[in-house]
């Protein structure tokens, strides 16, 4: 089993940063390929970022590529995501998945196979 936390939330101005950390447990080979998401209130679930353990694969939503950084410590088991420039949209919950297997852009719930609780992020006017 592997156990996913995340840290980092918080409440930010516009035009602010925060860096998001995912730290694993539990099983690298059971998180290969980790991901964010993000929910914000009212709104599905959707997936920001993506990256491999080697982190030679990386990949980002549309919406997020030119203000999300994804990167990854094998030696702390933590991946972090990086968000500048905050918009009043990137308010919502975001999440920390995982999940084994062969790289490929994941960008659904059910391709991950664990989940952390998620880390608030607020942002502010």
């Known amino acids: 089993q592997v156990q996913l936390v995340e840290s980092g939330g918080g409440l930010v101005q516009a035009g602010g940063s925060l860096r998001l950390s995912c730290a694993a447990s539990?099983?690298?080979?059971?998180?290969?390929?980790m991901g964010w998401f993000r929910q914000a209130p009212g709104e599905e679930r959707e997936a920001v970022a993506a990256?491999?353990?080697?982190?030679?694969?990386?990949d980002y939503a549309d919406s997020v590529k030119d203000r999300f950084t994804i990167s990854g410590d094998n030696a702390k088991n933590t991946v972090y995501l990086q968000i500048d420039t905050l918009k009043l949209e990137d308010t919502a919950v975001y999440y920390c998945?995982?999940?084994?297997?062969?790289?490929?852009?994941?960008?659904?719930?059910?391709?991950?196979?664990?989940w952390g609780r998620g880390t608030q992020v607020t942002v502010s006017s």
């Open positions: 998945a995982a999940s084994g297997g062969m790289w490929f852009p994941r960008r659904k719930d059910r391709q991950y196979d664990y």
């Open positions: 539990g099983g690298t080979f059971s998180s290969k390929i």
């Open positions: 990256i491999s353990r080697s982190g030679s694969n990386i």
